[in-house]
Each structure stands twice: as C-alpha cells, then as structure tokens.
C-alpha cells in the first residue's frame, strides 16, 4: 500500500503545544451550493438492472406552434418531436488508512467528524468538478481565445441562448480568473464592487456563489478546466436543460460502520493486522450534456 496516515507523514499537525491544538484546513472549493441551482436537471437511478438514468426531452409546452387550415379539410397531424439525455453512473471513491498512533498524536484532528464532513463536502465538488468539465463541451461558444473575460461576451452568451429560445434561470459557471477579468471590466464600465448590473447586492467572495449579474447566477469552481492546449479557461453559461446529472442512493446496509451522507456513503473498516483503520468514501454518480443549445461554452484568457 501507500499513503498510508502514519505518525512520520503528519508532523505538521502534531507539533507539540503549538497555538493550543488549533489548526487551518489547507485550501480547497469547499462550496457545493451551485448543485441546488434550478438549470441543473438532476434525477436519481431507482432500478438495479443498470446504471443508465435516461432524462426524457419533450417538444411541448409550445414547442409547436398552430398551421394554417382550409375549411372543410382535416386538420393534418403535427409530427411530435422528442429526444433523450442518458446519464451514465459510475462508482466514485476515496480511502483514507489511518494508523492507530497517528490517529492518537493528532490530538482529536483526525477523528471521525472530520472524516464524515470530509466525505460530504468532497462528494459534492466531485459532482462540481464532472460538471465543469461537461460544460466546455457546448456547440456555442463566446469569448476570444487568449483574451480577458468582458461582459460583452456574456451578453453575446446570453443572446445566444436567447436565439435558441432558452429560458428560465441561468447560470454561469466560471473559472476564478474568469470571473476577476468580469469584476476589473465592471469597474471600468463604473460598476461598484458591491453591486451587479441588475442593482442586486454582491456576495463578495465568500463562497462559490458571486451574486447575480445580468440575471445570471454566477459561480466559480477552481475546476473549471482549460483548453486550447491551455490558452483558455472553458467556462460555460447555461440554461435549464443543458447540464443534467444523476445518481444513486445505496440502501442501507444495516451495518453501523456504513453511513449514507445523502448520496454519499462513508465507510469505516478496522484492520486490527494493521493497528488501523481505513475510511472510504463512496457515491455512484454521473453528468451529461443534454439539450446541447441550452448552453453556451465561455473561452477566454487563463
């Protein structure tokens, strides 16, 4: 094995009366909330006999709209137009082997609290990270490869989506240099810090979420990937139906060692051999584009 938490690889955190047991957590995206975003489609595997969610895509609530008659003549049949989105699930895990005495000498750090809230918060940027990389995928691109983020290329995003009869609430999800070129091209434009275009109060950089410009919700994961052999950052501006993910909630295994954290699952597994014991994190998820007009990839300078 390897990687194992032994009392030689922590001596970070086991310096002796160092600012009385206090400690930092190294830094990370820890903000899961762009998950609950309504453009998000999400649905949860129910059968056992595979691990395809299928999303189903209807033309109605006016896709089609009303053709002209000849009195006396039958109306004719309009054809009806549907489509699909599977989402593929896959097993995701991590594993953390923790040495007894490693365990004892970090002082209450490493107990499992901190494992469980490990567990949920890496599920959810796991499921942050498989979106990011799914949504520089879009047909439509805006933006100009090597160039800094302005908001004349949201708009140009978000009338696209508009030419592509999209609607319902958007949202932006950027990389944080993307959005730092938006807030210094708000300034130049004379937009204060502390507001959107809109008039609605900032969040500030609390979290993930940076408030809603422009009528988009815009956030920002570090996971957002490059392209163009690392030019650019691929961001993407979306409308509801073009990202979908999906999951699976594992049955209860009646076993107390085996905690369901919502979709994910902890584990904890005592190897006496080894005067260990290993925590393992598990989920069974998975992303998609779907309706590929529903969104629009944002390219600009890394």
Known sequence: MADEIVPSGITDIIAGEVMAAEYLMLLADRDGSVLTHPALLHATGSSNASNVVRVAHLGLGGYDILSATTPGNEVANT???????????????????????????????????????????S????????????????????????????????????????????????????????????????????VLPAQTMGGVINTGLGGAYKGRWMGIDFYVSSYVPTADGGANRAGAIVAPGGLAWADVEFAPEGDPNIINLGRARLERWRQGNYLATSYIVSCACGVAKAIDAAGVTLKTDA
Do not use: C, M
Not at 160 to 188: C, F, M, N, V, Y
């Open 79 to 121: 054809a009806f137009t549907d489509g699909k989105t599977d989402v593929t699930v896959a097993v995701r895990a991590k594993r953390y082997f923790l040495d007894d005495l490693a365990r004892f000498i970090a002082d209450g750090k490493l107990d499992p609290v901190a494992f469980a809230q490990d567990a949920a918060i």
């Open 123 to 190: 599920h959810a940027q796991t499921l942050i990270s498989l979106l990011a990389n799914v949504a520089d995928d879009f047909g439509s691109t805006a933006g100009s490869s090597g160039v800094d983020a302005t908001w004349n290329d949201i708009v140009d995003a978000k009338t696209t989506l508009g030419i592509a009869k999209a609607s319902g609430p958007l949202l932006g999800l950027l990389h944080p240099r993307q959005w730092g070129d938006l807030e210094i091209d708000a300034l130049s434009l004379g």
